[in-house]
């Protein structure tokens, strides 16, 4: 299944959310206007947002508030990855060149920081607490997520333990803010917003489980940012952690190396990693993240929106991008 077809049940919505964004990035200044425009032509998969359409719909949910709540999770979104490319030194995202390569890291930051700011001014206009109590703590936690990151970069002793951590906070706490946000919405009762949550979180910790294998599977092209970028950038991934737990002495050390320095031998790293069961491993995880995923849904009603976030389950795991 694409992406296209796991969007069906909320294509309204999605078009919705976009003449949203395109209008809140409406600003006096030029280069906010222009970097802006540059980042929503290159697209994405625009899954955090879509995942709070869908747990509203599903939750019973038929207003317009939703529209405006998942253009602020897109915000919020867009203003880490302009960070995190000026953070990564990154120059390519989504197929193309990143906008800290193209604009410089000043107007990246300076953009991101207006995106920031803009997505609080969207939220208030919600007039809900609730939902401005999820949203700031997730973008706390998203900011701890990237500092602790941040530690363990060029370190090859980071276990799974400290991995998974950053994985929580940095990509799968927005995740479940979005699908908590979602259930607000509609009014769910308290079991169900922890059940959208609890959804949310094990999606997003399989999503990013999935994007470190393709780090070493995946085609360039198709992903859309270089592959093998996270060993480059000295990043210790599960796939990493594993090779290094089952490898060989010889397999422990050449990764360990290319950890520490960034500029290993990355054939023969991605090489060690094939030998051992990394990826499958990794795969296995995320696998099981999903599942976690799944029973969470029990607490919503049979839907067609529903039936979207269980394929939302397979979509995280079975994707080759």
Sequence with gaps: MNIAELFTPIAQDMKAVDAVIRD????DVVLIRTVGDYIIQAGGKRMRPAMLLMVARALGYNGSLHHLLAAVVEFIHTSTLLHDDVVDESDLRRGRSTANAVFGNAASVLVGDYLYSRSFEMMVEADSMRVMQVFSQATTVIAEGEVLQLLNVHDPDV???RYLQ???YKTAKLFEASAQVGAIVAK????QESAAAGYGRHI?????LIDDVLDYEGDAQALGKNVGDD???GKPTLPLIRAMEVGTDQQKQLIQDAIRTGDGDFEAVARA??????LEYTRQAARDEAEKAREQLLAFPPSEATESLLKFCSFAVDRDR
């Excluded at 809140?24 to 600003?27: E, Y």
């Excluded at 769910?188 to 079991?191: D, M, P, Q």
């Design 166 to 168: 950053v994985v929580r």
């Design 24 to 27: 809140r990035l409406n600003s």
């Design 204 to 208: 997003g910790t399989a999503f990013q």
């Design 231 to 233: 060993l480059r950038e």
């Design 188 to 191: 769910a009762t308290g079991a």
């Design 159 to 161: 276990s799974f333990e």
């Design 273 to 278: 990693i094939h030998d051992t069961d990394a």
